[in-house]
C-alpha cells in the first residue's frame, strides 16, 4: 500500500481488498482473538478476505460476512449464514457445524462418559462393575466444571468442602 499509494499522506486509510489464507497459522490464540479487529483499525478501508480453521477467529468474526465451505462429495456448498455462534464458549464453537466436532473432550474420555452412561443404565451391577463405575465417577467427576481457572479453582473448593462435610456426617 506504501508503494501503490506512494503519493497519499494516509496509504493505509485508501481502499484495498486482502487476501490472507489460513490467517490463524502459527499465532497465539490470545492475537487471533484480536487479529481481524487490529488489522480493521490499521487498514480502515480495507476488505479482508481471510480463510482460518480457528474457532477463536470465527468468534472475533462474528461482525463479518461469516462463511463456512463444506465439502460434498466431489463439490463444495457455500453457507453463507451458518449457525450463530454469538455469546458461545470455543468449545461450543467447535461442535457447532462451523467446526463439526463432535465432541470437545478427548475421544479416550467420551469412552468413558460414555462406558458410565451404560453402567447407570443397568438395573443390577456386578462388584467388577460397581468398582469400575466408581472409578468411573472419581474421573469424571475431576473434570474441571468451569471456564477459567478461577472458577475451576472454586469448584474444587467446593468439592473439598462436600467431602468434608460427607466426612463429618459419617462420623456422627
Known amino acids: 500500500m506504501l508503494s501503490y499509494y506512494e503519493k497519499s499522506e ?87 457445524d462451523l467446526f463439526g466436532l463432535k465432541e470437545s473432550r478427548t475421544r479416550e474420555m467420551e469412552k ?8 447407570l443404565k443397568k438395573e443390577i451391577l456386578t462388584d467388577k462393575q460397581k468398582t469400575e463405575l466408581e472409578k468411573l465417577n472419581a474421573e469424571i467427576d475431576a473434570m474441571p466444571i468451569g471456564e477459567t481457572k478461577s472458577e475451576i479453582d472454586a469448584m474444587d473448593i467446593l468439592k473439598d468442602f462436600a467431602k468434608k462435610l460427607e466426612a463429618a456426617k459419617k462420623r456422627k
Do not use: C, Y
Not at 46 to 51: G, K, L, S
Not at 112 to 119: E, M
Open 10 to 96: 494516509t496509504p493505509f486509510d485508501e481502499p484495498a481488498i486482502l487476501i490472507l489464507d489460513e490467517i490463524d497459522l502459527h499465532m497465539h490464540p490470545t492475537w487471533q482473538r484480536e487479529i481481524i479487529e487490529n488489522l480493521s483499525q490499521i487498514f480502515s478501508k480495507t476488505q479482508f478476505i481471510v480463510t482460518a480453521h480457528s474457532p477463536l477467529i470465527a468468534q472475533a468474526a462474528l461482525s463479518s460476512n461469516l462463511v463456512l465451505l463444506k465439502r460434498t462429495g466431489d463439490h463444495v456448498k457455500v453457507e453463507n449464514t451458518p449457525d450463530v455462534i454469538r455469546s458461545w464458549r470455543i468449545d461450543q464453537v467447535l461442535t457447532s
Open 112 to 119: 468413558k462418559i460414555q462406558r458410565r452412561r451404560t453402567l
